[in-house]
């Protein structure tokens, strides 16, 4: 019963290059999640989405950054245009319902470093 | 003032101490509260889930004062194994949306 599955595990982009990060939830998991953790800081919610809808993106960067999770695939998150402070990990977490009483799991993440 | 606030450490204790980590939050409206734990450049896992009679799993103690929107976690009988950062998380709103952490108490429990 695999977990939440992220890739690809690291990611270097140069300036100005599009980065996509994939995420595919638990099995019969339809929410997901995804968190920016900056080097030597917590973690920091981005967005929220359920089968394509986006349900909470208040924690997304007004520009260059973009999220979907179509009906079927994995959910992407999309940084159009890297900058150096978009290097950081980038973690998704999925759980079965929109209550959050029983926290949730995460992937093992995705290191982006931008250079 | 941050909406989770914990000292970030780091906490270096021996081999079989007793740590306590505590954990204030904003948002006197918060429903759910858990500690995760996260090794170095890994993902958070969950710790254990905080309720407000307080509960306990092995050597790991969480206690949860809304009053005083406080949350703790005790170890007992560190292990080696023990070291990481411990994050406290808060649900503020009962729903999955933004679960808030925050930055984390580095423990390094040493031989």
């Not at chain 2, 989770?4 to 101490?17: I, L, T």
Request: hydrophobic share 30%; aromatic share 10%; net charge positive.
């Amino acid at each position: 019963n695999a977990g939440v599955m992220q890739n690809p595990r690291h990611l270097v982009r140069r300036r100005g290059q599009e980065a996509r990060l994939r995420c595919s939830p638990m099995k019969g998991h339809s929410h997901v999640y995804w968190y920016r953790q900056l080097p030597e800081e917590g973690l920091k919610f981005m967005v929220y989405l359920q089968k394509e809808n986006i349900i909470d993106e208040s924690g997304m960067p007004k520009e260059r950054f973009s999220a979907e999770f179509p009906k079927e695939g994995p959910s992407i998150l999309r940084i159009q245009q890297v900058v150096r402070g978009d290097s950081a990990a980038y973690f998704c977490a999925s759980s079965s319902s929109g209550q959050g009483n029983y926290g949730y799991t995460f992937g093992s993440g995705t290191r982006l470093t931008v250079v | 003032r941050k909406e989770v606030e914990q000292d970030p450490g780091p906490f270096n204790v021996p081999e079989g101490a007793t740590v306590a980590f505590n954990c204030t939050y904003s948002n006197s409206a918060s429903q759910s509260f858990f500690w995760y734990r996260q090794d170095c450049r890994k993902e958070p896992k969950l710790l254990m889930s905080v309720y407000s009679s307080g509960n306990e799993d092995g050597r790991f103690t969480a206690q949860l004062n809304r009053a005083s929107q406080y949350i703790s976690l005790l170890i007992r009988d560190s292990k080696l194994s023990d070291s990481a950062t411990y994050l406290c998380v808060v649900n503020p709103r009962g729903s999955a949306r933004q679960l808030t952490f925050g930055s984390g108490t580095q423990l390094t429990v040493l031989p």
